[in-house]
């Protein structure tokens, strides 16, 4: 069974493809692999209201240009001083074309004057699977933790260098990729999406 991944970022697919290494019977695929075949598919306007809401329409518009079973994500990081912003505009939130550096400075100078025990967040990651013929399905995942003072780190992307794990000690952008997975937001989404495609190859045969 083929899977498109409806990213071309090469942190979450390398993610993806770590925590997807047990289901031998799927050949995973990034749009960059599709794109030899379908040409260019541009890229899906975010305009849902929730995280669930962006995966949902990335998945159904790669499956329906590619016709194959497509998982899409959308995530973001969600701070309670800030009303819960960035939210679903934690990609763009720094503007069109900003690094993560600028969104990471952008974040910690609007927290400059939130004293500790007040920067809770948490990262936030709906996943959703869109299979031809055999349904829809999303799941979520939550990654508690808190805005830090600085970044530090240099594994990770986004928003890691400054979202400080108190039970490590560390940030996000500071623990081994093998670490990550196992605690993060999208892989605990990932886990769960691992489980119903499991049961989708049993029941299907795919």
Do not use: W
Not at 60 to 68: F, V
Not at 122 to 135: D, E, K, M, Q, S
Not at 193 to 205: G, Q
């Amino acid at each position: 069974m083929k899977l498109l991944l409806a990213t071309r970022n090469k942190g979450k697919v390398k993610e993806i493809q770590q925590k997807f290494s047990s289901i031998s019977k799927i050949e995973l695929l990034s749009i960059e692999d599709i794109e030899k075949d379908f040409g260019s598919v541009g890229d899906v306007i975010e305009d849902g209201e929730t995280f669930a809401e962006n995966a949902l329409k990335k998945a159904r518009t790669l499956s329906q240009i590619t016709g194959l079973p497509t998982m899409a994500d959308d995530s973001g990081l969600v701070i309670d001083a800030l009303g819960g912003e960035p939210g679903i505009y934690s990609a763009r939130y720094a503007g069109e074309g900003a690094s993560d550096a600028d969104k990471n400075f952008l974040i910690l100078e609007k927290m400059k004057n939130i004293p500790k025990g007040k920067r809770t967040a948490r990262f936030v990651c709906a996943i959703a699977l869109v299979i031809p013929n055999n349904g829809e399905f999303v799941t979520e995942g939550i990654c508690e933790g808190e805005i830090s003072a600085e970044p530090k780190g240099s594994f990770g992307f986004g928003y890691d260098p400054i979202f400080f794990l108190p039970e490590y000690q560390k940030t996000m952008a500071e623990l081994p990729l093998e670490i990550k997975n196992s605690i993060s937001h999208r892989a605990k989404a990932i886990e769960n999406a691992v489980e119903i495609l499991n049961s989708l190859l049993r029941e299907h045969n795919f």
